[in-house]
């Protein structure tokens, strides 16, 4: 079965640091563009972060520009995503999604995203 499985979600303080991962399963997963999503309590969901199949491109929200940076491991079926300088409104459920396209256009979120992993819980708090 297709599976993305995300972990490393947890309790961080403002300023701090904290990195997720994502592993992929049951599919192709070189040949899907990766993404991050987050939902903030209570919100809707916004796209975040797109990296290319090959790692070659990525691309960010505005919200996150600077502050978070999206890799990707193909040997070990893995996203990542660094996330620096965090800040309460940081605080959501972040997702990991494939969509299988080269390189996803974030003009068209949610449309295009084939899998979806659980999600893992992010909260920046003192």
């Known amino acids: 079965e297709v599976q993305l499985l995300e972990s490393g979600g947890g309790l961080v303080q403002p300023g701090g640091s904290l990195r997720l991962s994502c592993l992929g399963s049951?599919?192709?997963?070189?040949?899907?563009?990766m993404n991050w999503v987050r939902q903030a309590p209570g919100k809707g969901l916004d796209w975040l972060a797109g990296?290319?199949?090959?790692?070659?491109?990525?691309m960010y929200a505005d919200s996150v520009k600077g502050r978070f940076t999206i890799s990707r491991d193909n040997a070990k079926n893995t996203l990542y995503l660094q996330m620096d300088s965090l800040k309460p409104e940081d605080t959501a459920t972040y997702f990991c999604?494939?969509?299988?396209?080269?390189?996803?256009?974030?003009?068209?979120?949610?449309?295009?995203?084939?899998?979806w992993g659980k999600g893992a819980l992010v909260a920046v708090s003192s």
């Open positions: 999604a494939g969509a299988h396209l080269d390189i996803y256009c974030s003009t068209i979120f949610p449309l295009g995203m084939d899998y």
């Open positions: 049951g599919f192709t997963f070189s040949s899907y563009t």
């Open positions: 990296i290319s199949v090959g790692g070659s491109t990525v």
